[in-house]
């Protein structure tokens, strides 16, 4: 079971780090969904440490993991309004392939946590 907490409400330029409790999935990943809009991938985390962002996070947000993979974590800095959603954190056995890319990630994964809120104002 995947669980998230650290979300929060934030100002605009402000930071937050987000935690997943996991279970040393081989690819896990975190996505958000705003009101109105489909969710998106956020960032993905493979077996040996690559990472996948999406071009709005890049360079603004950071995905790892504590390295026994109990706990992923989403750190995230500069955030704006437009980073306002629920957050979500995922996780499943998917191959090096479909963790690199986002449509195919989210169609893999099966395991999924509630998801944390995030606001920025």
């Known amino acids: 079971q995947l669980v998230e907490s650290g979300g929060g409400s934030v100002q605009a330029g402000g930071s937050l780090r987000l935690s997943c409790s996991s279970s040393g999935w081989n690819c896990m990943g975190w996505f958000r969904q705003a009101p109105g809009k489909e969710r998106e991938g956020v960032a993905l985390?493979?077996?040996?440490?690559?990472?996948t962002y999406a071009a709005s996070v890049k360079g603004r947000f950071t995905i790892s993991d504590d390295n026994r993979k109990d706990v992923l974590y989403l750190q995230m800095n500069s955030l704006n309004p437009e980073d306002t959603a629920v957050y979500y954190c995922a996780a499943g056995g998917l191959n090096i392939a479909q963790c690199s890319d986002m449509d195919r990630a989210r169609l893999g994964f099966r395991h999924w946590g509630r998801g944390t809120q995030v606001t920025v104002s």
């Open positions: 985390l493979d077996s040996i440490g690559r990472t």
